[in-house]
């Protein structure tokens, strides 16, 4: 396998996944004459064994398609217009350091700031040179996300970090609980484990609100109201307790809060449980029983259902079930979550942080922070990321973009709707034209990404547009001096660097198998999983006053938008917004769905085009009647972007209880039929 980028004949290059999906898939490009003719899975990976997925396998005509950016580009027309005129670096360059010097010298460094997700989720693309640059303007800081900070905060309350299980050892489970994740969709490659896990004898249970596909492919579908799981981990920790399903042996040695967790859970009956989320008690007995007596049992969960007011305490309450039954004893026991934190063995990217210490700004509420913040931000830089489609709020994120004495800059491979209210977009290179080395968060493999073609026109990766912004503003730290191989070098450590890159992946330096706690060894002062404790705001995490699809929650009058609004990813095709520009002809399109009971309500019929609204927004779209969601929840899947209407016009960006995260799925809206004019 060659791994030169420059080369007339055909040769095969090893590379990674940069996609923000827990899979990271190992792949191989194949290149003629320096043109990428396909990608397929590389077969050796231990994880994806050769498969990619229906997004990834159209990757290389992403790549070509011919409304890729490839110059930079500075704004003709009215913001938001998408107008651009094709510019050099040099020029583009010229006007950042000239207005974000201005903007500086006239109201400071926090009237900077920078905002990024995870387009790529690349040890040096994704954020790494960032950092200095942004350090050295004082800029303000963007911190806490949309994705995954509720849920590792909710879990390090009980454990002390984020670290749970190798998901792939739940084939060794004799019950799997896929809790609030759509495996079959959006982690595909773990499905194989789970038919193998069942084929030995498993039973599969799929714990959601929605009857999503894997649902449909399990043994039992349990389906609770969204955003009041926590009052099921209550009534099956009754249960446990009530019916002797605990380890006591391990419960004493490995963790502290038992007896009060017992007395606090002595009220929460199956009864007052399933009230509460809208279950059988029978169901909640049944569960629970069968929780405690598979050996071992095993819990998946992902990020699901942490977008919810009280999302961070959900996993702070599911992080007990399995210190209570001692499953962690066991290989095939415990709970997986994202395995990101592992990555720390052999990564330490805090060789790109530099001393920074300036107000922050939550990142998931974008439109309050460019419409509120006091004093008001001045200058933005997005890479990696199209709010406008993908954070809640995005009406109040496009009048933020589109005020006048707001200078954008973007860098993206695309025009996005985010990209079309920039002054200046940078062009920047897909996975297959930069190096980079992929964390993944769903396996325990790192990746290696080798550059398999050249940028294309004048794109560069990101690492490289830090460095000519560097420059054009006159900021110097060495590390702009280093190249990317250099970044990775000094961001690895025990880790075979040349069999890394060689191979293309390499298993982090962890036990094999990985039992984290088998013998306690909890991350927490004490060392021992918190069940309960002062500092960990038991009484909210343990007496959630109320259920927030329920009642109280959006801030949204209830009598006037009865229904709950989950806005899923129910996309083969795309990845968050990627791919649905080029991919959308081959999904449906945006709909909304609702439960017959709830359709005959309002006296609508299947296929009438509909107006879904709230107080922040109002879309039209065609109605399914279909049986995925109970009475009272509606669906409005999400992602596309350009002539559609985005969903996240409708969605609740307050925080969740960890003040990070954001509680997306407490959206309130009501569906009637369109008025005519
Ligand atoms: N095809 C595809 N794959 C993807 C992505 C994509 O866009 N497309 N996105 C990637 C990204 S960024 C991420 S973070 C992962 C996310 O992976 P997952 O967490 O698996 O995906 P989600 O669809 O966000 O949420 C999973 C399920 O949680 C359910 N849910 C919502 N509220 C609740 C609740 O209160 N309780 C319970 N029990 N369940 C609830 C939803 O109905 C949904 O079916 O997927 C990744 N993979
Ligand atoms: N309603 C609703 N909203 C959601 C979700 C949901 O389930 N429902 N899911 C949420 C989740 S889990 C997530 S993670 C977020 C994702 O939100 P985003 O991260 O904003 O969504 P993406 O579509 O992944 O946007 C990534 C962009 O980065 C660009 N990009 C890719 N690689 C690079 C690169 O190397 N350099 C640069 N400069 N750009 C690059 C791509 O072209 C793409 O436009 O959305 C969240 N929003
Ligand atoms: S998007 Fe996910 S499933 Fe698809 S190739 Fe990338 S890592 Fe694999
Ligand atoms: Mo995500």
Redesign the pocket.
Known sequence: MSTSVASTDRHDVPGTC?H?CPDSCGWITTVEHGRAVALRGNPDHPYSAGELCPKVNRLVRRVYAPDRILTPLIRTGPKGAGEFGPASWDEALSLVAERVGAVIDEHGGEAVLPWN????QGLI?MSSLDRPFFAALGSSRGVGS??GLAARSGFSMTYGSGRGADPSDLRHAELVLLWGTNTRLTNRHLWPVVEDARAAGAEIVVIDPMRTITADAADWFIQPLPGTDTALVLGMLHVLVRDGFVDHDYVAQYSTGFDELARHVATWTPERAGAACGLEPDTIERLARRYGEASPAFIRTL?GAEHHEHGARFFRALGCLPVVTGSWRHLGGGLARSVGSWADVAVDDSVFDAPHDTRTFHAGQLGRTLTEADPAIHALFV?????VV???QSELIRRGLARDDLFTVV????L?DTAAYADVVFP???QIE?LDVIPAWGHLYLGWNEPAIEPLGEAV??TELWRRLAAAMHIDDERFTWSDEELIGAALHDIDVEELRSTGFVRLPLPDPLLPYAEGGFATPSARAELWAGDLDPVGAFVPDHMPAIEGADGLGHGEYPLVLL???LHVRF????YSRHHGELESGPFVELDAVDASARGLGDGDVVRVYNDRGELHLPLRIGDRVRPGVAIVP?GWWGAAQA??AL?NDAATDCGSGVA?LDTRVEVAPVTPA
Do not use: M, R
């Open positions: 940069h923000d997700s995870a387009g790529t693309q949309v994705c990020i890479w990696c990321g199209n709010p993908s954070h809640p860098s993206e491979q695309f996005t920047a290179t897909t930069n990766p990101n806005t899923p990813k990845l968050n917004t990627t999400w969903v996240n969605t997306y």
